[in-house]
Nanobody, 123 residues
Framework: VQLQASGGGSVQTGGSLRLSCTTS????????VGWFRQAPGKEREGISC????????VFTESVKGRFTISRDNDKNTVYLQMNSLKPEDTAVYYC?????????????????WGQGTLVTVSS
């Protein structure tokens, strides 16, 4: 099973992007979906998650108030709206799906992953 992450690109500081995560192989509404990112030379970190029970959790303090996770069940898609982007947000962003009903930022818990989408924020 492969998730498709898209929506990355190059923006200037203060800009916005909306990432999308979808798949034709799972009903994402019944999965907990998380967004992760990995910057060059750094470990992958969990950013935010939306559980199968619609509970949203933000794991990364630096994105609180700027990034919002949501899902559109009709489109079988989970979004990450990113506003007020900063150069330190530059990374490859991944989405992942987990059968568990509770959000976690522990990457090993997730069963299915997308290929990643690159976000570059210039100053």
């Amino acid at each position: 099973v492969q998730l498709q992450a898209s929506g990355g690109g190059s923006v200037q500081t203060g800009g916005s992007l909306r990432l999308s995560c979808t798949t034709s192989e799972l009903n994402l509404y019944s999965y907990t979906v998380g967004w992760f990112r990995q910057a060059p030379g750094k470990e992958r970190e969990g950013i935010s998650c939306i559980s199968s029970k619609e509970v949203r959790t933000v794991f990364t303090e630096s994105v609180k108030g700027r990034f919002t996770i949501s899902r559109d069940n009709d489109k079988n898609t989970v979004y990450l709206q990113m506003n007020s982007l900063k150069p330190e947000d530059t990374a490859v962003y991944y989405c992942a799906a987990d059968r568990a009903e509770v959000c976690t930022n522990y990457a090993a818990n997730y069963d299915y992953w997308g290929q990643g989408t690159l976000v570059t924020v210039s100053s």
